[in-house]
């Protein structure tokens, strides 16, 4: 005489503790994926935000020498970035810049100076950008 009836192991439904163990390894690598593609997001969203206030802080000191006049212009004497009283620094979306400008006279042509302001910044690694404008001096 078989037996039948549906208590027997093979009539029972779920899963197995080997099923379940792979199912929540498998979630697990999904769900850290996903941390780290915020993580990813987050700091090149944050980066954006210091690039953009870095050329605004660049662009702020280029307008004002540009609107200089040409006596106040000539006066001025950096000819490199570390000359005292060429640098100053500013803040920005919690950040502190670095900004240093260089002005080259006659240079690309007579008449005309060059001005290069460097803007630099730390928040994860450490930033840099450089900026050039031209000016006539006559």
Known sequence: ?????????ESQGGFSLIELMVSIT???FAVLGLAIGSVTVARTNQNSHLNGAAVNIAQNKLEELRSMTSTAFATLS???YTTPGCSDTATSYGATFSRNWMITADSPVTGVAKIDVQVGWND????SLNFTASVPTQ
């Open 124 to 127: 994860f690694t450490s930033h």
């Open 26 to 28: 498998i979630f697990t």
């Open 1 to 9: 005489m078989t037996r039948t009836g549906t208590n027997s192991a």
């Open 78 to 80: 950096c000819p490199s």
